[in-house]
């Protein structure tokens, strides 16, 4: 008897009795609560990507060959590895036109997913004399060896097992490790302009010839370019246009707009989907509950008699939409981790854009936030399938359950 | 004071649009410790005045009284109490809860009121009284509809009430467990408590200390 004396006890036996009844209910609730968790896990790290990406693109403008803007949008978006070459001699245009106030260059090759290297990454070599792109980002300092044949690793590349990344068969000593861009520079590897030349030496050796080792020095593959605060923007693209031919220039800020448009397209479906599942969830739940209640008019009827008042009766019910809608969350929460952190990767490849997770607190506020309205969903439901039942007469709620 | 009194109680329904009067009666008294029975032919208005008498409906007109209060001045809160503790009703049929074990449903109306519940010995010699006491911790679905009956008897004997009113209690029940039952209400009714039972039986009418017969929602005297 002790177990009955509270709500919650006479709630538990009565979903411990019925228990396909039971699961069907909690069922309703997990999917609200897993659509709840995952939606807003997914929202938030598509909204805390874009921000990262915003924050750590430090160039205005991107200057790449003429035939290589996907290219080079696919190694800023998505980290595919790519490379592509233009002439050195933009370098020294750029930065000669009114309202530039920095310019710096990048060298990018590859790497290659067999026993010679690490993995297949993207190479970047940078200038780390006139770099204002790379070098404010690394999160974690390892050495000072940067400048002589250390790597600066991006968030996602994992180094080998004694802390060094392997290329062509060489390993080198990993000097810095970036934070998290949720950009493909996270899957992306750093270094100078020195380091590059042993790495396309070996490159060269094993029969890999992204370009003649002895005559790189003429070639870039992206100038990146930063404007002054007053600088018009427009002109500087009209001066580098009519002073070089072959280039194609990306402004980051439209490149980032184009993100953000097909962003919002994705997070209009997850909204869309999260409250049609969470309607839908809400409807199943009442009209479970209200089935069921119907069904156990006698028992409502029999609880009267025995001198159960319709408050009372409100709170039975209450206890059990509390415990299913409660328990179901929990469920829904388990299923929502066990999706959104191990299938991390798979989502931002998925997707195709800027997908960091958020701080941890946040995930535990959208868990926790899962669960409350899942269990708001319960006990709503639960006691709007109730009110009906005790606001008629014992006579004819008995009768009807007979 | 009366512990049950009615006053001008009227209770009518609509039936295809006419209305029908179920229960009319002319004053109503019970005193402690009296077992009134009450005959009456199916659809007499019968269950329905049980009802009445019990606040689970609501009458079209008058009132009833428990130890001099109406019923319509209290709250639900307050009826319910008066379900709880003073007034047990037995209803026809079985009214017992699936979920629970024949102990648990037996005890439930103190896990509703929230009062201690009677000692372990009470409930077994109210359960042995009425020959169940080997099926307290089985579940309703195991036990036969007799058993059944007898289970919601005993919530309703468990403790002591001021009044019991009971549906056709024996309708179920074999001579044996009807003249067993029987005899219960009669030692209750000895011992203070007054007790209204609604009987097609006639072979138990003798138990009672008066006899009321129902007739087109009317009350008289047998």
Known sequence: MADLKTGTGFGLKNIRKRPYRSLCLVLAATISSYALFTGLSLKASLDNGIE??????????????????????????????????????????????????????????????????????????????????????????????????????????????????????????????????????????????????????????????????????????????????????????????????????????????????????????????????????????????????????????????????????????????????????????????????????????????????????????????????????????????????????????????? | MSLLKTEALVKEYKRRGKTFRAVDLTDLQIEPGEFVMIEGESGSGKTTLLNLLTGLTEPTSGKVYIDGISLSDMSDREISEVRNRKVKYIPQGDSLLTNLTIRENILFPYVISGHKPPSEERLKAVASSLGIEELLDEYPAELSGGEMRRATIARAFIDSPELIIADEPTGSLDSLNTSRVMSIFRQIADNGTAVIVVTHQKETLGFASRVLKMELGKLSPV
């Open chain 1, 52 to 402: 990262r990406m915003q924050e750590r693109m430090g160039a205005d403008l991107m200057v790449v060959p003429e035939e290589s803007e996907a290219d080079a949008r696919n190694v800023l978006l998505t980290g595919e590895p790519e490379f592509f070459y233009m002439d050195r001699e933009i370098v020294e245009t750029a930065g000669k036109i009114e309202g530039v106030e920095l310019v710096t260059e990048q060298f990018y090759f590859t790497s290659l997913s067999s026993d010679c290297c690490s993995t297949r990454v993207q190479l970047i070599a940078y200038d780390p004399d006139s770099d204002f792109v790379i070098t404010p980002w690394i999160d974690e300092k390892i050495t000072d060896e940067v400048s002589k044949g250390g790597i600066v690793i991006g968030s996602e590349v994992t180094p080998l097992s004694d802390g060094n990344v392997k290329f062509y068969g060489t390993e080198y000593p990993v000097a810095g490790k970036l934070g998290a861009t949720a950009t493909g520079l996270d899957q992306s590897v750093f270094m100078t302009r020195e380091t590059m030349h042993f790495i396309l030496e070996d490159a060269s050796a094993k029969g890999y010839q992204f370009l003649n080792p002895e005559d790189d020095s003429g070639l870039v593959s992206t100038v990146l370019i930063r404007v002054s605060g007053d600088a018009d923007i427009t002109f500087i693209e009209k001066e580098l246009y009519r002073n070089s031919s072959g280039i194609r220039i990306i402004e980051t800020d439209k490149l980032i707009d184009d993100v953000k448009t097909k962003l919002g397209s994705v997070q209009n479906v997850i909204k869309l989907t999260l409250l049609v599942l969470l309607i839908i969830s809400f409807v199943t739940m009442i009209l479970f509950f209200s089935v069921i209640f119907h069904e156990r008019k006698k028992e409502f009827a029999v609880l009267r008699i025995l001198g159960a008042s319709g408050s009372r009766i409100c709170r039975f019910s209450l206890a059990e939409g509390i415990i299913i809608g409660s328990g179901g969350g929990l469920v829904g929460l388990v299923f929502g981790i066990l999706t959104v952190f191990p299938f991390n990767k798979y989502i931002e490849y998925s997707l195709e854009l800027p997908y960091l997770m958020p701080e941890i607190r946040l995930i535990v506020l959208f868990g926790a936030l899962g669960v409350l309205v899942t269990t708001a969903f319960g006990s709503l439901s639960s006691f709007l399938a109730t009110l009906s039942l005790t606001r008629a007469e014992t006579y004819y709620t008995m009768r009807a359950g007979e």
